[in-house]
Nanobody
Framework: QVHVVESGGGLVQPGGSLKLSCVAS????????MDWYRQAPGKQRELVAA??SYADSVKGRFTISRDSTKNSGYLQMNGLKPEDTAVYYC?????????????WGQGTQVTVSS
């Protein structure tokens, strides 16, 4: 069994910064990817950052990184804008004894408002 948990969300003023964390635990041989998505109210879930690829709306402001020794991924978000307000989700592609599967966390709320 695998668990993926995000943390680090919160309320921040426009122009501020947040760093989101994602930790995977459980039956893990290797983590193939840890990507970040977000979903704003009334909108579809969208890919924010994967490997070194970023959505146009966040390029130059967000940075994705990983620490394989900790089964963790991170999303550093700078220059936050109100339109970045959304629930942010981590998607981990994990190899274990059962095969390679995609796992979602429960999400962490990011609200950008003055």
């Amino acid at each position: 069994q695998v668990h993926v948990v995000e943390s680090g969300g919160g309320l921040v003023q426009p122009g501020g910064s947040l760093k989101l964390s994602c930790v995977a635990s459980g039956s893990i041989f290797s983590i193939r990817a840890m990507d970040w998505y977000r979903q704003a109210p009334g909108k579809q879930r969208e890919l924010v950052a994967a490997m070194s690829s970023y959505a146009d709306s966040v390029k130059g402001r967000f940075t994705i990184s990983r620490d394989s020794t900790k089964n963790s991924g991170y999303l550093q978000m700078n220059g936050l804008k109100p339109e970045d307000t959304a629930v942010y989700y981590c998607n981990a592609v994990i190899q274990n004894a059962r095969g390679i599967y995609s796992y979602w966390g429960q999400g962490t709320q990011v609200t950008v408002s003055s």
